[in-house]
């Protein structure tokens, strides 16, 4: 409740006819005045506003990023909701008091259900904020969800203290100085492919890209099926621009993983983005779409931001029909 306290010295003095010492006299703000005032803040506090409540939430999902398990992804997308749904409320409120503020309408009313479109609206701008800022988030959606095999794990202790100290680092962002450790844990144990992950990781991250390739294949060599590499051997093609190469280890990765997303989302946005190969493009990134939905994942607005976009290029290309026939033969509405 401190925030809406913070708001209240902030704005109070608007919301009021207000007084002023000058020169030992007292002006008083008319209520145009004051009302102009209010519209002036009221972007900034909103922003703020947006950011108080989406920081409290990714500090939840940080929370959960640190007790993750691995093959733990439903579990996970459910933490990931109640952290969102938590700051829902209090977001809302803030708002609206901010909102009666510049309207002077004293009732304040709250919607608590999560199914209305006035709910949705909240959530899903908490939400978009923290795919673009929250790094718990990002962490946490592509943790290990691997089946776990045999080479996934080590029993040597000097590769598992060494992996412990990589994942502390990982875990903070920390690529180039997790990669060593990573590195340590390997040369202690060489089958270890959990690690192996982690050497492709980092790798990418510091922009390696052919080591982090040798990394995952080596990973996938000791753990076919493992996730983390079948899902970034063509996240690195793409940055190398290989894009033949990456729609290929994605339709690989499909094979283990049919209903991931991940896999859909990439082969579109290269569609989309690199190889002007809109029409598929456009379906993959649907396909994407509606499994982010199912799964309730912070990433749908991505697929929507790739959506909107592809859709200003083929109107621009006299293609709109078939933009909404490709949306409808995925079931999805444009109204």
């Given at each position: ?45 909103s922003?703020?506003?947006?950011s ?47 909102e ?23 959530y ?58 990573f ?49 970034n ?22 094979n283990?993983?049919p ?17 002007d ?8 990134m ?50």
């Open positions: 409740m401190s925030k809406f306290i913070l708001l209240f010295l902030l704005l109070a003095c608007t919301s009021l006819p207000c007084s002023a010492q000058k020169d030992n006299k007292t002006t008083t703000l008319s209520p145009e005045a004051s009302k102009q005032l209010i519209n002036q803040i009221a972007p900034e506090t922003k703020r506003l947006l108080s409540s989406s920081r409290e939430a990714c500090h939840c999902i940080d929370s959960v990023l640190q007790v993750r398990k691995v093959g733990d992804s439903t579990k996970i997308l459910q933490l990931v909701r109640h952290c969102i749904s938590s700051e829902v409320t209090t977001y809302q409120l803030s708002m609206k008091m901010l009666s503020l510049k309207s002077g309408e004293k009732n304040i009313t709250i919607n608590s259900d999560q199914n209305s479109a006035e709910y949705k609206k909240y899903r701008e908490i939400e978009d904020w923290l795919v673009d800022s929250c790094d718990s988030l990002r962490l946490l959606m592509t943790s290990n969800e691997e089946k776990e095999t045999e080479a996934s794990y080590s029993n040597d202790p000097e590769a598992i203290k060494q992996y412990n100290d990589g994942i502390k680092l990982l875990n903070k962002g920390d690529y180039a100085g997790a990669l060593p450790y590195k340590k844990a390997v040369e202690a144990d060489s089958r270890f492919a959990y690690a192996w992950d982690n050497v492709g990781i980092c790798s990418r991250r510091t922009g390696d890209l052919d080591n982090a390739l040798k990394a995952y294949n080596k990973s996938l060599e000791l753990s076919p099926g493992g996730k983390t590499p079948l899902q051997i063509p996240v690195v093609y793409e940055m190398k621009k290989e894009y033949a190469k990456a729609i290929e280890a994605y339709k690989n990765f499909l283990y993983f209903h991931d997303a991940e896999a859909y989302y990439g082969m579109g946005r290269i569609g989309i983005l690199y190889t190969d809109m029409e598929n493009g456009v379906d993959n649907c396909k994407a779409y509606n499994l982010y939905v199912k799964n309730n994942s912070p990433y749908r607005s991505d697929a929507q931001s790739n959506l909107a976009y592809a859709y200003k290029k083929m109107k621009e290309q006299g293609k709109e029909e078939q933009f909404f026939t490709i949306l409808k033969n995925n079931n999805i509405s444009a109204k």
